[in-house]
Structures are given as C-alpha cells and as structure tokens.
C-alpha cells in the first residue's frame, strides 16, 4: 500500500505545488516538539516520503495554527491536547515554496493523552530516546532537538 501512496503522491505533487502557488500564495506549517513521561521525543513517518519527523502538518484555510497542531497530532498519533502547547518559535522554511512558514510548539508529559491512531499519510510513529533516534530522521528535526537542548533561540529558518 506505501509503494501505491508514494507513486500516487510523485504524479499528483507537480500539480499541487502549482495550485499552492496560485491560490495559496502564502502557507502556514506547525510542528509539534512532544515529549513522553520517560522524556522520549514523538517521530513520525510519513508513506510517502522518506525520514523521521516531527508530527505536524499544513494549516487549513480558517484555522490557526494551534488549531492546525490539535487536528494534527490527533490525526497523526492520537496525541490528544488537554492544554495549550508553547510556541517555541515561527520559521521560515523555503524548501517547498517561497513563502511557507512553520509554528513549532512543545508539548510536554502530561499535557495530553494518547490513543492508538492508524492512518495511511502516516506509515509509522513512535516515542524514541534522544540518545536514541532511528535511523533517517531529517536534518531539520536534529536541528531543531539541538536548539532546544541547549536552550538556544529559534533560528529564522527551519
């Protein structure tokens, strides 16, 4: 099924991308920096590309962004939200488009609840220890983990 997801997504991406710069000029991202009790960070994988990530996503039209990072978590590891999330920092990130910006926010032990969610965007999740990560996780991620170890300021760029 990841292999039909993934060449459906490299036939169907040229398109998107051009009806996101027409129509969507500007595009907000979050991202969410979500810890268990044993202090392990959240990953996911996505079907259709490559790497370890933080789960998050695009924010729809109507939303704000911690909107966007409730509906995410939930619908990507059925983190459910019991209490607001801190920003951590907002970021540009031109890889994808000119204009795309991401809100990261953290969210610690405690602040939510955990249901079992399948879904086909995301191949796999899990808890990892930080001494611990798998294999692929993207440089963004390491990046952003590095930063808030040390209790470094967001950088401008994601």
Not at 49 to 73: A, C, D, K, M, Q
């Amino acid at each position: 099924m990841n292999k039909i997801i993934q060449l459906i997504w490299v036939v169907v991406r040229p398109f998107y991308r051009i009806s996101v710069r027409l129509f969507r000029p500007i595009t907000l991202g979050c991202r969410a920096l979500v810890f268990d009790e044993a202090g392990r960070v959240l990953l996911v994988r996505h079907s259709y590309t490559p790497g370890w990530y933080f789960p998050g996503g695009g924010v729809s039209p109507g939303e704000t962004s911690l909107t966007g990072i409730r509906r995410e978590l939930d619908e990507e590891a059925g983190v459910l939200l019991k209490a607001e999330p801190r920003l951590l920092g907002l970021y540009a990130n031109f890889m994808e488009f000119r204009s795309d910006h991401v809100a990261f926010y953290l969210v610690e032990a405690g602040q939510y609840d955990l249901v079992e969610r399948k879904s086909f965007e995301i191949a796999e999740y899990g808890f990892f220890a930080l001494d611990a990560l798998p294999e692929g996780v993207t440089r963004a991620t390491h990046a952003r983990l590095d930063e808030f170890r040390q209790g470094a300021p967001a950088p401008a760029l994601w």
